[in-house]
C-alpha cells in the first residue's frame, strides 16, 4: 500500500452546479489512515464566488481566507483576505479602473484619455505621481508612434519610448533614474515574427541572435562596445518535435544535452561535457507516476568516505498524498545553512568535503510548512514556525519563546516586517514592493547599513546597499536595464554585466581588480529548476560549484577563489539573491531559510488559498518564474508567455464574468416572458369582458371569490394566531396583551398578501376591466415589476407602491391605512369581535375596488382605450425582440451555446438562443393575438 491508495478528490455541487465543497485525502505514511480535508466555497444568488474557507478555517471560528464583492457587471469589487488584508476598486462606465483603496490606509485616483488609457495617477492626494503620454496623429508615421505610449514617469524615474516595430514592439527607449545621473538608451530589432534580432543595451554591447523557421534560438553573439568583433555566446542549438532543447553548444565550447522520456516528455537525463571522458555535468532523474521527481543521481560526484560516512552523489525525495515534500535526503557542507545568505566557499573546489544529511518536513492544514527536522550527526536540529490562528502568516518559533503578537511581525497586507526576531526591519512601499531592508543595526550612533530598492511598473530598476564605518561611508549601487546591469561602486569600480541566456559578461570601465581577467565571460550549467550550479569560464574551467537544499538554501558551495565567488548574483531557480539573503523573483521576495514567502501573493488564490506557500510545497516538481504563479519546470515560462499567460488569465476572467452576465441576463428575459404572457392572456380575457356578458359575469365571479376567499384565510389565520397570543395576555398582562394584538395583526397581513402574491401570479386577481398601462413596456421591462419577485420583495415592492407621489398610490396609501386603522381600532373598542370587524371591513374595501373594475367594464371599449392598449402592446413586442437580439449577443460574448444545463440527475438542454427565441416568439404571438382583438370589434375570437 503507497500513500496515495484510496485518497481522491470530491467535489460537491450544489443544484446550479456550483462547487460547494472540496473533499481531499492526506496520508503522509503508507499503512496510515487518510484524513479528510474539507474547503468550503460559497456563491451568490448570480452563481459568483463570494466565500472561500480552506481545511484550516474551515469551521467558521476565523474570517474566511478570501471573500469578494463584484460589481453590477461581476468584476470584483472589494476583496479582502486574511493574508494580503483588503483592497477596494472602483470602476468607471466603460469598466476602466477609476479609483483603488487598500487596508493601509493607501488611496490611488487613476485620469483616463478619451480611448481610456491611464494619463495619470494620483496616489495619497499627491497628484501624478505616474504620468504617461501618448502619440497623436500628428506624430511620425516612419517610427509607428502614432497612438502608442510615448514617455511614462514614475518615481523611479522617466522612460521614453522613440519608435515602434509593425507588431507594436518597442524598438528604442531611453531610460533617466531619480537616484542616478545619466541616460540610458536601448534598441532593438525584430524579425517578422517579433524576435529579437539584435540588442543594443545602454552601454552599447551588442546581442545579435539567429533564429531557426520555428522561431527557436540558434545562435547568439556578443559584440563589445568598443570592439569590432563578436563572440559566440551559443554557437548551435537543437530542439526535438516538442519544441525542447536537446543540445546546444556554448560558446566556451561546453556542449550541453538534455534527454526525454518519449512517452510523456519528461526530462531523465542532463549531460554537459567538453570532454566526453570528463563531464562537467551528469544529472539522472527518477519519477514516481504523477511526475514527482523521487532522485536525482549525480554521476560526477563520485562516492566518498568522510568522516565515518559514505556520501554519494545521489538525492532521494519523498511526498504525501498531497504531492507536498515531506523528506528529502543528500549532502550538503561542513556546517549546515540555517541563517540567510551564503556560507563561505570552500577553497579550492573539493568535492570529497561532503556530509549525508536527511530532512523532513511537515506541514498543517492550511499548506503551511510548520516544522524542520535537520538530521545529520552532529548537527541535528528542528525549525518551528507558529501560524496566525486567523491567518496564515508565519514567523519562526521555538520552544519557550513567548506567543508571537502577529500585528508586529506583519503590516495590514501580511507584509513581513522583520527577517529575525528582534533584527533586520524591513519597510515597503504604498503597493505593497520592498523599499528597504535593514542589513546590520548600529548601537553606536551610525546609522543602520541597508539596501534601498526603487521599481517601475512593478520591476525592480534601481538598487543601492550602505554600510557605514566610523571613517567612511561604502556605496553599491545597480540599475537594472533590458539586457545590462551598471554596477558601481564608492571605491570607484564602475562594472556592467551584460546578461545573455546562459551566460553573463563582466566588463569593467573602471576597477577591475587585477586577480579577474579583464571581459570575464561566465557560462551557467543550470539544474532543471534553473539553479546555477557550475559557473564555468571561457575557457571551460569551473569557477563555482553550488549544491542547494530543496528549498533553495546553499547545501554546499565552493569556488576557485572567494573573490571570483563574490562576484556570482544569480543561484537558486535563476533568481538573484541579494545582501539581506532574499531571493528576488520579480513581484515578491522568497526567504529560503523560512521556505516561505515573506509577503502575500499579488496575484490572489491563482496557486490556494495559502498565499505564502512556496511553490505549493513540491520544490523539486515546480518553479516560479517572477512570484506570483508556479509552473511545472519543464515548461518556464519566457516572457512572452508570462504575457500570454496574463493575457489568458484576464481572458478567462472576462468570459467567466461574461457567463455570470449571461446567466443574470436569461433569468431577467425569461421573467419579463413570463409577467408578459401573464398581461397577454389578463388582456385577452379583459377585452372579451368588456364585449361578452357571459364572459364579463364569469370574471367578476373569479375576482370577487379571489378576494373573498383571500380575506376568509386571513381571518382564519388571525384566529389561530390571536388563540395563541391570548397566552401572553395571561403571562403579562398590559405589554402580553399590546404583543398580542401586534402578533395577530401581523399573521392578518402576512396571509394576505402571501395570497394576493399568488393570485397575482396565477392572474386569478387581475382586473375585470382592461387597463392598456398594464401591457407597456415601461412596467414591465424597464421597471422589472415586482410581479415576478420572491414573496419578500414582493412585499417589499407593494408597500412601496403605496407611497402618495401618485394619484394611484395615494388611493392604495388611503385604502391600507384606512384598513389598518380599523382593524387596530377594533382590538381597542371591541377585543372580542375585534378580528370580525377587521375581516368585514377589508372585505369592504375590496369590494369597493372591484366594483370600480365592474363599472369600467361595462360596454365595449373607447377609441382612445383601444389605440393607447395598441400602442403598448407593439411597443412590448418590440421591446422583447430587442431584448432577445442583446441576449443574443451576450451569448456570443460569453462563448457558449447553451447555459443553465446542470440537472440533478442528468444534464439539461438548458437555455439557448434557440429555446430563448421559440419561448419569445409563443409570448409575442400572444401579445400579437391581443393586438387583433383590440382592433377587431367581434364578441367571439378563436385562436388560428
Known amino acids: 500500500m503507497n500513500v496515495h491508495r484510496h485518497t481522491p478528490a470530491l467535489t460537491v455541487h450544489d443544484s446550479r452546479g456550483l462547487p460547494v465543497r472540496l473533499v481531499e485525502y492526506l496520508r503522509q505514511v503508507a499503512g496510515e489512515a487518510a484524513q479528510a480535508l474539507v474547503s468550503r466555497h460559497l456563491h451568490d444568488l448570480a452563481g459568483r464566488l463570494v466565500t472561500q474557507r480552506d481545511p484550516r478555517l474551515f469551521d467558521g471560528a476565523s474570517p474566511p481566507n478570501l471573500q469578494t464583492i463584484y460589481t453590477l457587471d461581476a468584476r470584483p469589487l472589494w476583496v479582502d483576505s486574511v493574508d494580503a488584508g483588503w483592497r477596494l476598486m472602483l470602476p468607471g462606465l466603460g469598466g476602466e479602473e477609476r479609483q483603488r483603496w487598500n487596508q493601509r490606509g493607501n488611496h490611488w485616483q487613476y485620469e483616463h484619455d478619451l480611448l481610456l488609457r491611464v494619463i495619470a495617477v494620483t496616489e495619497n492626494a499627491q497628484a501624478r505621481t505616474e504620468c504617461y503620454t501618448y502619440a497623436d496623429h500628428n506624430a511620425n508615421a516612419g517610427f509607428n508612434l502614432r497612438g502608442s505610449l510615448t514617455t511614462q514617469t514614475d518615481p523611479s524615474g522617466n522612460v521614453v519610448f522613440g519608435s515602434y516595430s509593425l507588431l507594436g514592439q518597442g524598438m528604442s527607449e531611453t531610460r533617466t533614474f531619480a537616484d542616478a545621473t545619466g541616460t540610458f538608451t536601448t534598441q532593438r530589432h525584430y524579425d517578422p515574427l517579433g524576435n529579437v534580432l539584435q540588442l543594443t543595451d545602454a552601454g552599447g554591447h551588442r546581442q545579435q541572435s539567429q533564429y531557426d523557421v520555428a522561431g527557436q534560438l540558434q545562435q547568439l553573439s556578443l559584440q563589445l562596445a568598443g570592439s569590432d568583433t563578436a563572440q559566440p555566446v551559443v554557437s548551435e542549438t537543437r530542439y526535438n518535435a516538442d519544441g525542447q532543447l ?474 389561530a394566531v390571536g388563540i395563541g397570543a391570548q397566552a401572553l395576555g395571561a403571562a403579562a ?79 392604495k396609501g388611503l385604502k391600507e391605512s384606512t384598513s389598518t386603522a380599523i382593524s387596530l381600532g377594533a382590538k381597542q373598542i371591541t377585543p372580542s369581535m375585534a378580528a370580525e370587524v377587521s375581516a368585514t371591513a377589508s372585505t369592504l374595501l375590496g369590494a369597493v375596488e372591484i366594483g370600480h373594475e365592474i363599472a369600467g367594464a361595462v360596454g365595449d371599449l373607447t377609441a382612445e382605450k383601444i389605440a393607447q392598449g395598441e400602442r403598448n402592446l407593439t411597443g412590448l413586442i418590440d421591446a422583447l425582440q430587442g431584448n432577445l437580439s442583446k441576449v443574443a449577443n451576450y451569448f456570443e460574448t460569453a462563448g457558449v451555446n447553451a447555459i443553465h444545463t446542470f440537472g440533478l440527475f442528468k444534464d439539461s438542454p438548458g437555455d439557448s438562443v434557440e429555446s430563448l427565441t421559440q419561448t419569445t416568439q409563443a409570448v409575442i404571438n400572444e401579445l400579437a393575438y391581443a393586438r387583433t382583438m383590440l382592433r377587431s370589434h367581434s364578441h367571439k375570437f378563436s385562436h388560428v
Not at 762 to 769: H, L, N
Open 733 to 811: 398582562p398590559g405589554v402580553g396583551n399590546v404583543a398580542g394584538v401586534v402578533i395577530g395583526f401581523a399573521a392578518k397581513k402576512t396571509i394576505s398578501l402571501l395570497w394576493d402574491y399568488a393570485a397575482e401570479r396565477t392572474g386569478a386577481s387581475a382586473s375585470i376591466k382592461f387597463k392598456a398601462s398594464r401591457v407597456s413596456a415601461e412596467k414591465i421591462i424597464k421597471k422589472a415589476e415586482y410581479k415576478t419577485m420572491s414573496p419578500l420583495n414582493y412585499i417589499e415592492q407593494k408597500y412601496a407602491k403605496m407611497l402618495p407621489d401618485t394619484q394611484k398610490g395615494a388611493l
Open 246 to 719: 536537446i543540445e546546444q553548444l556554448a560558446g566556451n565550447g561546453v556542449r550541453r544535452s538534455r534527454h526525454y522520456d518519449p512517452a510523456d516528455g519528461r526530462l531523465l537525463h542532463l549531460l554537459a561535457y567538453k570532454d566526453p571522458a570528463a563531464p562537467l555535468q551528469d544529472l539522472h532523474y527518477v519519477y514516481d507516476p504523477a511526475g514527482n521527481i523521487l532522485s536525482i543521481e549525480d554521476h560526477t560526484l563520485a562516492t566518498v568516505y568522510f568522516a565515518n560516512q559514505r556520501v554519494d552523489g545521489n538525492r532521494h525525495f519523498v511526498y504525501d498524498s498531497f504531492y507536498r515534500l515531506i523528506e528529502s535526503r543528500g549532502f550538503e557542507g561542513e556546517t549546515p545553512q540555517q541563517s540567510p545568505g551564503l556560507p563561505l566557499p570552500i577553497q579550492p573546489i573539493d568535492p570529497g568535503r561532503r556530509f549525508n544529511y536527511r530532512e523532513h518536513y511537515r506541514h498543517d492544514e492550511g499548506n503551511n510548512l510548520v516544522e524542520l527536522q535537520h538530521v545529520r550527526e552532529g548537527h541535528n536540529f528542528t525549525q518551528q514556525m507558529i501560524i496566525d490562528p486567523h491567518s496564515n502568516r508565519g514567523v519562526r518559533w521555538k520552544t519557550g519563546d513567548p506567543e508571537p503578537v502577529f500585528a508586529e511581525h506583519f503590516d495590514l497586507h501580511g507584509n513581513q516586517l522583520r527577517l529575525q526576531p528582534g533584527t533586520q526591519p524591513l519597510l515597503w512601499d504604498n503597493r505593497d514592493q520592498l523599499a528597504c531592508a535593514t542589513l546590520l543595526q548600529h548601537s553606536n550612533g551610525l546609522p543602520d547599513d541597508k539596501e534601498i530598492y526603487r521599481y517601475s511598473q512593478g520591476e525592480r530598476v534601481y538598487k543601492c546597499s550602505l554600510s557605514h564605518t566610523p571613517s567612511v561611508t561604502h556605496r553599491r549601487e545597480v540599475l537594472y536595464l533590458p539586457g545590462l546591469e551598471i554596477h558601481a561602486r564608492s571605491d570607484g569600480q564602475h562594472l556592467h554585466v551584460i546578461v545573455l541566456p546562459g551566460a553573463r559578461c563582466l566588463h569593467w570601465l573602471s576597477g577591475r581588480p587585477p586577480e579577474l581577467e579583464e571581459d570575464q565571460l561566465r557560462y551557467s550549467l543550470d539544474d532543471h529548476l534553473g539553479s546555477c550550479a557550475l559557473e564555468l569560464d571561457h575557457r571551460a574551467g569551473v569557477i563555482s560549484l553550488e549544491h542547494y537544499y530543496p528549498f533553495g538554501g546553499t547545501a554546499w558551495w565552493a569556488a576557485r577563489s572567494a573573490l571570483e565567488a563574490s562576484y556570482k548574483t544569480i543561484h537558486y531557480s535563476g533568481q538573484e539573491m541579494d545582501a539581506s539573503g532574499l531571493y528576488y523573483y520579480g513581484a515578491r521576495y522568497y526567504a529560503p531559510w523560512l521556505q516561505r514567502w515573506i509577503s502575500a501573493d499579488p496575484a490572489g488564490d491563482v496557486d490556494g488559498l495559502n498565499l505564502y506557500a512556496f511553490v505549493g510545497n513540491n520544490p523539486t516538481g515546480f518553479i516560479d518564474a517572477d512570484g506570483q504563479a508556479l509552473t511545472d519546470f519543464l515548461q518556464p515560462e519566457t516572457r512572452e508567455e508570462h504575457d500570454l499567460r496574463k493575457a489568458r488569465g484576464a481572458e478567462q476572467n472576462r468570459l467567466r464574468r461574461a457567463r455570470v452576465e449571461l446567466s443574470s441576463q436569461v433569468e431577467r428575459h425569461l421573467n419579463i416572458l413570463a409577467l408578459s404572457l401573464r398581461r397577454g392572456l389578463d388582456a385577452q380575457q379583459q377585452i372579451l369582458n368588456h364585449r361578452t356578458t357571459s364572459d364579463f359575469a364569469g370574471s367578476t365571479l373569479r375576482r370577487g371569490a379571489t378576494h373573498i376567499t383571500g380575506q376568509v384565510f386571513a381571518y382564519g389565520g388571525a384566529i
